[in-house]
């Protein structure tokens, strides 16, 4: 079995200095499984209505047996789905976790339990403040990760500081039992991996990738039962939960469909690479 991996060139400089490749390729080993780290910005695919072709690097690659997409790069994943590679995750589940309006539309409609939210880019403090009933809220640029573009919103200043016109926001009620505090879980198919608890001493987020720590978290059925419905109602095989605190169990905050993995490795022995190649040997 052949595959790709595709990532975002920029994932070379993350700040952590460590992006896994190589790890990825040893774990797809074991499992039978020969895979090429493909970066989206320097692949190319050429098409001259009789024939595909695939160029990386000036190196001409194989089509691939399956794809695992660690990117959000909606034209390649397209493409590849059209000539029935199997994406994962698919384009259509990515998008929807990208998106923070559709995945709380698609998380509510499939009766998981989330903060309450609105959509919007018109400037409107007043009508914003008085749906979340004058409490303070959170403000997120509808599309981002790593916690980038979050905003905790205690008063028109607050707003007025970080609102761009023409930006698409996702506005949802604060969880103040939750504050500097979260679970992510990790679910691939239909099982969940483990989960981590999320902390900050700092601030109201607790990315890691922000500075927050992690500490191991024990996998109760509250949190497989929310976690996997929510990995469904989205249509992700491969995603991060992130779970917040409410006084009588979870709410999910957001769906991630590119989730980094380095959080769990600290704290316990699962290992994500491992478990995701035996996952695509087990059902491709």
């Not at 259509?92 to 539309?105: D, E, G, I, L």
């Not at 403090?125 to 981002?144: A, C, L, S």
């Not at 979870?250 to 600290?266: H, K, L, M, S």
């Amino acid at each position: 079995m052949y595959g790709w991996m595709i990532y975002p060139k920029d994932t070379l400089n993350n700040k952590f200095g460590n992006n896994a490749f190589g790890w990825m390729k040893d774990s797809a080993s074991k499992n039978g499984i020969s895979v090429d780290i493909v970066f989206s910005d320097d692949l190319i695919i050429l098409n001259d209505n009789r024939k595909t072709g695939f160029i990386h690097k000036g190196k001409t690659l194989g089509f691939p047996d399956f794809v695992i997409m660690r990117d959000y790069n909606y034209t390649i994943s397209m493409q590849l789905e059209s000539l029935d590679i199997r994406v994962i995750n698919s384009t259509r589940s990515m998008f929807n976790s990208r998106n923070k309006a559709v995945t709380a539309r698609l998380l509510v409609k499939n009766n998981v339990s989330t903060p309450k939210f609105l959509y919007s880019k018109e400037k409107n403090y007043g009508f914003i403040h008085d749906y979340f009933d004058g409490k303070k809220f959170v403000m997120k640029e509808n599309e981002g990760s790593q916690g980038k573009g979050v905003y905790l919103i205690e008063n028109e200043e607050d707003y007025n500081k970080v609102y761009r016109m023409n930006q698409e926001y996702f506005y949802q009620e604060f969880i103040e039992f939750s504050r500097g505090m979260d679970i992510r879980s990790y679910v691939l198919g239909d099982k969940v991996l483990g989960c981590v608890k999320r902390v900050s001493d700092t601030g109201f987020k607790s990315n890691y990738s922000l500075g927050g720590s992690v500490e191991s978290y024990e996998l109760n059925e509250s949190i497989k039962e929310i976690s996997l419905k929510a990995a469904k109602a989205l249509g992700l095989d491969f995603c991060g939960i992130d779970l917040l605190f409410t006084r009588e169990s979870f709410t999910v905050c957001e769906v991630n469909g590119n989730a980094g993995f380095r959080t769990i490795t600290q704290v316990s022995d699962i290992d994500i690479p491992m478990e995701l190649f035996k996952w695509v040997k087990e059902n491709l």
